[in-house]
């Protein structure tokens, strides 16, 4: 990589009203400086909430206008009062005067091959005519199949994979869901994808084990539930749900429910949860150090299937009831299907999120042996996808699963994260 001053890497990390991606790539960026310490990681993102997570140095955000997708195709402004087309034609030149100042040596596209609406478009086209690998990253799964399929023919996101991009990174295990089987990838384009499995923040020593002893300092036989549904945005009827089937649960099982909303549930959302929780053992947190702590402590874990807490509940081996959200999106719910189907955690669908049914599915899981599997997880996304990105050029006719994850003690203990999006 071509920089005096240590390679640079250019991340560009499209969510919208959540934290998902930016989660993501945080943890690909510390892997990133973990393994060259001289570089220098400059990630675009657009969270309403600018740069939520914490990272050291090297690494810098820089925040776009956020927009919003309301439906197919169609976006507004979440702040801004000026028409959606004044704020991408702004966003477009801030991306592309970034892509060529910067200077990458890598760029790092996360989930969105021409970003929204088109955007990074320009700046590919920028660096097309430079010396810079250009990265895709993808989570394990986009959406149903036909739906991809139909999106992707639709906006051309083959065409930009085939004109743009040197390699596409799979967050995620082939033989969990196939990418290319399940989307109908084009022959052509099948060398390029390479899977990594799936990425994840490495556990804390000792995790769990102090937020643990102090939530249960009242009631030390009780069993610990924490309940997560990653930004929160769509949270409000799990964590409802949760409150209302407390008192269904088993009489002679005493349990501690923590309710992480995440930054995004409305007030008045988060109000009536507080009224629903009165006289209950029941401890509401907007967001919390590190995700990781309560995951570990909890002897069930019920949370809706977002990619990073579903991970990061793997990494764990944290016993977990994952609630999908009913749509738009088929994503969360073949995630959890696919996961239940391996003995890994259990799983409800959303058509059945009532308290009396969700009080039986605890209890169940509750009562269950802990997680496991005939063939555990894949782990190694994190380390994998970093590898491959610093191997460079060389690699690009090299498969995923000959790329060679580095040892789990070269990256540093991690920097506490707020609450997963």
Not at 256 to 283: C, D, E, M, S, W
Not at 328 to 349: D, I, M, N, T, Y
Request: charged content about 25%; proline content about 8%; aromatic content about 6%.
């Amino acid at each position: 990589m071509g920089h005096d001053d240590g390679p640079r890497l250019l991340i560009y990390s499209q969510d919208g009203l959540g934290l998902g991606h930016q989660r993501r790539t945080t943890l690909l960026a510390r892997q990133f400086l973990a393994a060259e310490p001289d570089a220098s990681v400059l990630t675009i993102c657009d969270s309403p909430l600018g740069h939520f997570f914490v990272t050291g140095a090297g690494h810098e955000h820089l925040k776009l206008p956020s927009v919003v997708k309301v439906g197919p195709g169609s976006w507004r402004p979440v702040s801004l009062t000026m028409s959606f087309a004044e704020v991408l034609a702004l966003r477009k030149e801030v991306i592309k005067s970034t892509a060529i100042g910067f200077s990458p040596d890598v760029l790092l596209v996360d989930h969105m091959p021409h970003g929204a609406m088109g955007e990074l478009v320009p700046a590919l086209e920028a660096v097309e005519r430079r010396d810079v690998r250009t990265v895709l990253g993808l989570r394990d799964i986009l959406d149903a199949p036909a739906t991809t399929r139909q999106r992707w023919h639709l906006e051309g996101a083959f065409d930009a994979v085939e004109r743009f991009y040197d390699d596409v990174l799979v967050y995620g295990s082939n033989d969990v869901f196939d990418v290319a089987a399940q989307y109908d990838w084009p022959a052509e384009l099948e060398p390029r994808l390479r899977y990594c499995g799936y990425v994840c923040a490495p556990a804390p020593r000792a995790v769990g084990r102090t937020v643990r002893n102090r939530l249960l300092r009242d009631r030390p036989g009780a069993a610990l539930v924490v309940a997560m549904a990653g930004g929160g945005a769509d949270g409000y009827p799990l964590f409802e749900t949760v409150l209302r089937a407390l008192p269904r649960l088993d009489a002679g099982r005493e349990c501690v429910v923590v309710v992480i909303t995440g930054p995004f549930l409305r007030a008045a959302q988060r109000n009536r949860l507080k009224a629903l929780a009165a006289g209950l053992p029941v401890v509401l947190r907007a967001s919390v150090g590190n995700s990781l702590d309560y995951l570990g402590a909890a002897d069930l874990v019920v949370a809706m299937a977002g990619y990073n807490t579903s991970a990061e509940i793997l990494s764990l081996r944290a016993k977990a009831l994952l609630v999908p959200r009913s749509g738009p999106s088929a994503e969360q719910r073949l995630r959890a299907k696919a996961f239940a189907e391996r003995g890994w955690v259990h799983w409800l669908e959303p058509e059945h999120l009532e308290p009396r049914r969700l009080a039986e599915a605890m209890e169940r899981a509750l009562a269950a042996p802990a997680p496991g599997g005939v063939c555990p997880p894949d782990l190694g996304g994190r380390e994998r996808a970093v590898a491959h990105i610093l191997a460079g050029r060389a690699t690009t006719a090299t498969p995923a699963e000959e790329v060679q994850a580095g040892p789990e003690e070269a990256l540093p203990a991690p920097v506490p994260l707020a609450s997963e999006a």
